[in-house]
């Protein structure tokens, strides 16, 4: 026996000693890096798992009741043979994925048959499904580059509306997914086992260079106490790693508008009117996009069996031409990115991981105004936008083998997220001319989405966490610890200081919130113009600890339990605390069961509650010192400079406050009892392995919203009920004035506050009943039923079909708002007032009744291979929001059209249908000529009918006042079309 084989089977026997006992006991790992390979074989048998690429040959004894398992297995393809009298009987090749078990049977209980390439097996021990997909399987298909896109193709997942405001022309909170009813701010990303979501507001995350990713785990639900801090799914990457191949190459993929004159993209589109139908058209004009991407890497042993070493860098070229209607924009970015892994196995018992990333771009956006709408000639220079996102992440991770019987993982992770913007422009207003029976355009010198951040804006995450495993007889005990901080510089202002929209008053209307009435016996052309001002930095604190055992019950029978506590802790500016919960609890159980004990056919089922934190949003908007106030004034014209400002009259009504600028005392804007965010959840599965690779999947899914957490600002409401109740005139504006100042707690609960009645500086505690505020409860339900069908790869061709029946309804969507593109994650407009709630309860933006995916690829030779995608998905519902006109007597209609009244009727939610569905379909040929060995030529076609289904609109109907009409309502969100079909070509070479 070589001295390798002696390391090597020292490292297996301590890994084998540390599950004996274990039979088919279910092991999750932690954070999902690592899989398990176990089954059934004659007792005393010996198995033997070999993967030479990257070193690993383990072996173990049969147990006397005819179970093995190996744990701690890393993602790859293995050969698992049983020996017999010295030699292999029997051999299988299977593939094993992060956070899944394969299962491989011997002697009379074999239902696995190799014909030529390895198989992805029924992982019989896992009470928690989940969708995995390799880059080998990636490369077959025809998919954007990015994670969303990758997600998408997962049962559960739906396109969520786009256009949420954020910086850059490359932002990533466009078109995210949305995950099993929830909305697209609620989910969790990780990379290698490290948390990259950007906590901020939920809607970004950092990502490794496409070609680096080795496989995408998608878990839409049912996922296990070592996850957390997520409503949705949670998004695992992992990344590819250096082996004992050598291997390198490069690939370069480009995505161009046109070749030789020939256009091979679909063309630009914007919005009209028609004039006879009042329908909304989409009609083709001037615009390209052209992507080019060229990767480099390289990977193996830097000493073979021992140190491993990954490294990839990727460069792009963007270019994103869009010719609009009062302005044209020229986007440029080239920024490179880079992965570089580092496998250090450096005895029998320790592995050392290191992980460095960087995902940071800067966009430049070139502003002109048009000359004319929708063509190429550029009139004056606005200036160029600077946009810098993402940012360098670095991870360490140790696994080591303490004793026999008991395992340890550790991570430390830094993450960095930028944010920063440098806008030539921003001394130029906001300015928006928004009247009935004029055409809606945005018109001055401002550019992009009028929101100015504060230059170094940007988010830092500091993480550490510990995992445990024990193997005790039939039982394995896992538990955790981690600890994140974040820390977020934000803060914002309007273009210019100041945001101005010309609107149309109805005659007899209010002027919104400012209590002047129109009596003009005419429309009123009027002002409403508006100042915000706000940042600082900001620190979040995030906690966890787990413990979960799981039961081989019987030996076809797993049994889990277990339980996550979490504490959340949002500091304001000052370092104060502005909302602390401790040790919330979230309870999880679930089975498995091996039906026959052949692994053919597993039922499943779990049980469990997930919790979100507070994000730092919240931080900023409500703890910090924020200046917000609106005022009306009349509308005498624009100006002649190149603001074109308005010119304005006489103000019109009372000033409304938002926020006075003043610091705000953490403890009187947030309710000390408040409880966080919560979900329950139940799912039912069946998996069923079928002949010739094939298996069959049906699953039920059940989500409901227990708890909400969101701001409210109905200071009227609250200053009525105290002066019913006994306070003086003085102490009930006290109160009131408290709640109007936006206040955080549960809605539809009992509402705590902290109160200075008397204006000394003491705080006294009010308890206002949930009666009093006339809010709702939160309420989301998420029902649905996933049928999937799927034939793995065999060399020759391979399928995969999901159809996936759904139903999401409530009152809110979560923490942000589709409707009205609203990011203010957890304080958006929702429950800020008891009438904004009134015909809210529907199906939620993220409805989508059914949704077919289906993917597959065929060999047509040996060099010639085609590959392809399909979505077939039912339209979004539809909304008209408008002035308040209802009989609660509150401030809704200080907020415009921002409730589910429209021209004076209540319009519930979801009443007026749905948008058309959507329908995307993709084509891949792949070449790899014999001839050049390393070599692959790939043609991809995105969205080959080149449809451009509409998957958002302008949902606000009134603009000014009640009974004006919105002009730009139900036009179709430029971010939320189907994008246009696509060519893509990829060349690669590998030695």
């Given amino acids: ?110 239902v696995v ?100 990713i080795a496989e995408v785990q998608v878990l839409n639900g049912g996922y296990g106490v070592e996850f957390g801090r997520s409503l949705g799914g949670v998004v695992s990457v992992n990344t590819k790693r250096g082996t004992n191949e050598f291997k390198g190459g490069g690939i370069i993929s480009w995505q161009p508008a046109e070749v030789g004159g020939l256009r091979l993209r679909g063309r630009s589109v914007h919005a009209e009117q028609s004039a006879l139908t009042g329908q909304w058209n989409l009609i083709e004009g001037p615009g390209e996009t052209e992507r080019l991407s060229a990767n480099v890497y390289a990977g193996g042993p830097i000493i073979k069996d021992k140190l491993y070493g990954f490294a990839l860098i990727e460069g792009q070229k963007i270019k994103e031409d869009t010719f609009g209607q009062t302005d044209h924009t020229l986007v440029r970015a080239d920024s490179p990115k880079y992965l570089a892994k580092l496998d250090w196995d450096i005895n029998e018992k320790n592995r050392l991981e290191l992980t460095l990333f960087s995902d940071k771009v800067k966009d430049r956006e070139g502003n002109f105004e048009a000359v004319s709408p929708y063509t190429t000639q550029l009139g004056a220079d606005n200036g160029t936008n600077e946009f810098t996102t993402g940012g360098q992440n670095t991870i360490v991770k140790w696994t080591g083998l303490l004793t026999d019987d008991i395992s340890l993982s550790a991570l430390a992770g830094k993450g960095k997220y930028s944010r920063n913007t440098f806008i030539p422009s921003a001394n130029c207003p906001v300015v928006a001319e928004r009247r009935t029976g004029v055409t809606a355009a945005n018109l001055g010198c401002w550019t992009g989405n009028g929101i100015v951040d504060v230059p170094n804006a940007s988010d830092e995450r500091d993480a550490y966490r510990l995992d445990f495993s024990w193997a005790l007889g039939v039982h394995t005990v896992r538990a955790g610890l981690d600890y994140e901080k974040y820390t977020t510089v934000d803060g914002s202002t309007y273009s210019g200081l100041a945001q101005y929209v010309v609107q149309r008053v109805a005659d007899g209307a209010q002027v919104g919130g400012s209590g002047f009435i129109n009596n003009t016996g005419a429309p009123l052309d009027v002002v409403r113009t508006r100042f915000l001002r706000n940042g600082g930095t900001f620190v979040t604190k995030n906690s966890a600890w787990y413990v979960e055992d799981s039961w081989q019950a019987t030996k076809d029978l797993v049994l889990t339990g277990g339980i996550r506590g979490e504490s959340f802790e949002n500091l304001n500016d000052s370092g104060g605390t502005f909302i602390k919960v401790t040790n919330t609890i979230s309870p999880r159980a679930g089975f498995a069961w091996d039906l026959g004990g052949k692994a053919e056919t597993k039922l499943y089922g779990n049980l469990g509650r997930y919790y979100i934190p507070v994000y730092s949003n919240t931080n900023v908007r409500l703890s910090g010192a924020e200046t917000f106030y609106e005022d009306y004034f009349v509308f005498n014209g624009y100006s ?70 969101d701001d409210i600002c109905e200071g009227t409401l609250a200053e009525a009920w105290a002066l019913a109740n006994g306070y003086s005139p003085s102490q009930a504006a006290n109160i009131g004035g408290t709640i109007s100042n936006c ?19 003491n705080l006294t505690p ?59 994650a957890g304080i958006s407009t929702s429950f800020d007032h008891p009438g904004l709630m009134e015909g809210s309860d529907g199906p939620l933006p993220n409805d989508r009744r059914y949704t077919i995916k289906a993917n597959g690829s065929y060999a047509l030779t040996d060099e010639w291979r085609l590959g392809g995608t399909a979505l077939i998905q039912s339209g979004r519902p539809k909304n008209c929001l408008g002035y308040y006109a209802g009989s609660i007597a509150d401030d809704s209609l200080a907020y415009g059209a921002a409730s589910f009244y429209c021209n004076g009727q209540l319009v519930p939610r979801g009443s007026r249908g749905r948008l058309d569905r959507t329908w995307d379909f993709g084509v891949q040929l792949q070449y790899t000529p014999v001839a050049v060995k390393g070599l692959t030529l790939k043609a991809d076609v995105l969205n080959v009918l080149n449809r451009r289904t509409v998957w958002g609109i302008t949902e606000e109907g009134e603009a000014g006042s009640a009974g004006s009409p919105n002009p730009n309502a139900d036009r179709p969100r430029l971010a939320a079309i189907q994008p246009p079909r696509t060519f893509r070509f990829t060349a690669a070479y590998e030695f």
């Avoid at 005393?44 to 744990?71: C, F, H, N, W």
């Avoid at 308890?767 to 060399?795: C, G």
């Fill in 113 to 212: 048959t190799v014909t030529g390439s390895a198989v992805r097996t029924i992982d019989v021990t896992t009470v928690n499904p989940s969708f995995t997909i390799t880059k080998s399987e990636l490369e077959r298909i025809p998919v954007q580059s990015n994670v969303t896109s990758v997600t998408m193709l997962a049962p559960g997942a739906v396109q969520g509306e786009g256009g949420f405001l954020s910086i850059g022309p490359q932002s990533r909170a466009t078109n995210l997914a949305s995950i099993g009813g929830a909305s697209v701010a609620e989910n969790a990303y990780y990379i290698n086992g490290f948390n990259v979501t950007n906590i901020n507001k939920g809607l970004a995350f950092n990502e490794v260079p496409f070609e680096a």
């Fill in 640 to 709: 002649t400079d190149r603001t074109q400002a308005p010119i304005l009259g006489a103000q019109l009504g009372n000033r409304q406050t938002f926020g006075d600028g003043s610091p705000k005392d953490p403890r009187t804007v947030v309710d000390p009892n408040i409880k966080p965010m919560f979900q329950d959840e139940f799912i039912l599965g069946l998996e069923k392995a079928l002949a010739d690779r094939w298996t069959f999947g049906v699953k039920y899914t059940n989500r409901r919203l227990k708890k909400g957490m």
């Fill in 1 to 110: 026996m070589s001295k390798k084989q002696v390391r090597l089977r020292g490292w297996q026997r301590s890994a084998i000693a540390a599950a004996a006992g274990l039979c088919l006991a279910s092991i999750v790992y932690a954070q999902q890096t690592a899989g398990s390979i176990s089954g059934r074989a004659t007792a005393g048998a010996t198995v033997l798992i070999e993967s030479p690429s990257i070193g690993i040959k383990r072996q173990t004894t049969v147990d006397p009741d005819g179970t093995y398992q190996l744990p701690q297995v890393p993602p790859g393809t293995y050969r698992v043979s049983i020996i017999r009298g010295g030699a292999a009987a029997e051999t299988r090749e299977i593939i094993v994925t992060a956070g899944s078990g394969a299962t491989v049977n011997f002697g009379d209980a074999q």
């Fill in 766 to 824: 009010v308890r206002i009943p949930a009666s009093a505020l006339l809010m709702p409860k939160v309420k989301r339900k998420y029902d649905s039923l996933e049928f999937t069908l799927n034939r793995q790869w065999d060399k020759k061709w391979s399928a995969s079909l999901s159809l996936v029946l759904a139903w999401s309804r409530g009152n809110t969507e979560g923490y942000v708002r589709s409707d009205n593109q609203q990011d203010d």
């Fill in 743 to 761: 206040f955080l707690y549960n809605p539809g609960e009992d509402l705590t506050a902290n109160v200075d009645l008397d204006g000394n500086g």
